[in-house]
């Protein structure tokens, strides 16, 4: 069974600094996705980076940059010059990449950005 | 990209009727969606998968009879909470996939339902 682990319930940093957010987790597959997404408090899953399991470069995506080990089985989220609008949960998932792909997620990490 | 919509957004209903919330890709056509539920302060745990024309999957320990799920075209997936009760409270979140080798799902804004 996938299971993801997300060992921060919440992270504080100051506006324009960078901050990393830690995601651990564990399948037997070799093929797999790895995400993230952001909910605001208004409730809505914004997508934010994926990872695939065979890709042989670090995600990026403007801001945001996945570190993903693969031996270690982790894949942090780093967000860069942070900005009060990044305010939010976190949420890291992974997929399967055969069949529906359903997503299991992690506990989430709520990171708040100060001024 | 791709949107997914909701409806109702909220609801509150008496404590033993029914509700039905409506999940709708707009601009796709969405062979699977997911319904997931996420209690306040928690993470989303995946409900059921549907797949459009025929039973859904339920993941273990929810109740089929209680969540009953339809996707009844590509475009639209329905999830009827029956009998409510107040341990139904939630907030229920849907997402789409178009299908393929595509690994982008696509979620709706969510729907919160309050049993009262």
């Known amino acids: 069974a996938q299971k993801i682990t997300q060992t921060q319930p919440g992270m504080f940093v100051q506006e324009k600094e960078a901050v990393t957010l830690d995601c651990t987790y564990d399948?037997?597959?070799?093929?797999?996705?790895l995400f993230w997404y952001k909910q605001p408090s208004s409730g809505e899953m914004i997508f934010l980076i994926y990872q695939g399991s065979y890709d042989q470069q670090n995600a990026t995506e403007g801001r945001y940059s996945l570190n993903f080990q693969k031996a270690r089985k982790s894949a942090n989220l780093v967000i860069s010059a942070s900005q009060l609008g990044d305010s939010a949960m976190y949420f890291c998932?992974?997929?399967?990449?055969?069949?529906?792909?359903?997503?299991?997620f992690g506990t989430g990490t709520r990171l708040l950005v100060s001024p | 990209g791709a949107v997914v919509s909701q409806h109702p957004s909220w609801v509150i209903c008496k404590s033993g009727t029914s509700v039905k919330i409506e999940c709708r890709s707009l601009?796709?056509?969405?062979?699977?969606m997911f319904w997931y539920r996420q209690f306040p302060k928690q993470s989303l745990m995946l409900m059921a998968t549907s797949n459009e024309g025929s039973k859904a999957t339920y993941e273990q320990g929810v109740e089929k009879d209680k969540f009953l799920i339809n996707h009844a075209s590509l475009t639209l997936s329905t999830l009827t909470v029956t009998s409510a009760h107040p341990e139904d409270s939630s907030f229920y979140i849907c997402s789409a996939r178009s299908g393929g080798s595509s690994y982008e799902q696509y979620f709706g804004p969510g729907t919160r339902l309050t049993v009262t």
């Open positions: 998932a992974m997929s399967q990449n055969t069949g529906f792909q359903k997503l299991v």
């Open positions: 601009d796709f056509q969405a062979t699977t």
């Open positions: 399948t037997s597959d070799p093929s797999y996705g």
